[in-house]
């Protein structure tokens, strides 16, 4: 199993939600306390760090938010307990449309919480709006405009990032949701596959 390999690695893996995580599964680990923010510790060290936490790892401050909105759903989101699901199912899988079926490939927790994003406000403000590095799925609205020239619709989690952007002073922004490697600017950058040094 690939988190028991992880865990047996000579280092510590830290990841932000993105999309498609069981969230189901993500959120029934306990929530603990480490370097300063909340966490969900998948094993020793493989960790999940929360929405809207700022940590300090090795002398920098890290702001931590994941979550973005599904792309390829325009099939729409099948309910496993529809009675036509089979039927619609079937239909939509002889189809060019992708779709995803609710807690089975998709969940609705892949956009944050007003209150996740309110605690985020909050915990930046503790920190004067001043961290080292963001680290996120998805990015701010300014940003994806950026990447995907009017390409991505840009919803309610692009927006509050963007008051992120625009509030919070920062070294550098990563993030991954759009699978390419590249700087959009001096600031932010995306990663994909890409391992890269931070500090």
């Known amino acids: 199993m690939i988190l028991d390999w992880l865990d047996s690695r000579p280092f510590t893996t830290l990841f932000v939600c993105g999309n ?8 029934q680990y306990p929530i603990e306390n480490w370097h300063g923010g909340k966490v969900h510790k998948i094993r020793e060290s493989v960790i999940h760090l929360m929405r809207g ?36 199912y079937d239909t939509l899988s002889k189809g060019y449309l992708p779709f995803r079926i609710n807690h089975w490939s998709w969940w609705k927790q892949e956009l944050p919480s007003k209150e ?11 920190h004067d709006n001043k ?35 625009q509030k919070c002073t920062f070294k550098k922004w990563f993030f991954g949701h759009y699978h390419d ?3 959009v600017n001096a600031e932010e950058i995306l990663l994909w596959e890409q391992i890269i040094r931070i500090a």
């Open 20 to 27: 498609h995580e069981n969230f189901d599964r993500l959120y």
């Open 53 to 88: 936490q700022v940590f300090k790892i090795a002398e920098k401050k890290i702001f931590s938010f994941g979550g973005a909105s599904s792309h390829d759903i325009q099939g729409g989101v099948l309910e496993p307990d529809d009675p036509e699901f089979e039927k619609k």
């Open 116 to 126: 996740e994003m309110e605690e985020g406000r909050q915990n930046l403000e503790k």
């Open 131 to 165: 961290v080292d590095f963001i680290v996120t799925h998805s990015c701010a609205s300014s940003t994806q405009a950026l990447l995907g020239n009017g390409f991505y619709s840009k919803d309610y989690l692009n927006d509050y990032l963007e008051e992120i952007r």
């Open 181 to 183: 490697n590249r700087n």
